[in-house]
């Protein structure tokens, strides 16, 4: 039997909504990730950048890189010898101008 709440059908297709929400938390559960996507919110940019950004070694960098990108967060393309990273999920940007610009809506 589906309950509702606020006005949507809740029921078994939750679950299979919270474990992809996990994921996506996870993959944020990092302040070097999340410095990352901040800084992806105003365009692309390659991993030598993102280490100067976060102050951390290029190995380390490459692996905070490696699981947004494997959680579908971010997309790399390679422009000559360098890889250039971009927000691939619209719902982060959201996520991020709300606990960023929104705070004093509490």
Do not use: W
Request: with cysteine.
């Amino acid at each position: 039997m589906n309950k509702t709440c606020r006005g949507r059908k809740t029921g078994t297709g939750d679950a299979g909504a919270a474990a992809e929400a996990a994921r996506f938390f996870k993959a944020l559960a990092h302040p070097a990730r999340v410095h990352l996507a901040i800084r992806l919110l105003r365009g692309d940019c390659c991993v030598s950048e993102a280490g100067a950004v976060l102050d951390i070694s290029q190995p380390n960098v490459s692996q905070h890189l490696k699981i947004l990108k494997d959680a579908g967060i971010i997309s790399g393309r390679r422009q000559g010898a360098k890889i250039c990273y971009s927000l691939a999920d619209p719902r982060l940007a959201r996520i991020l101008r709300i606990l960023l610009f929104e705070e004093n809506d509490r």
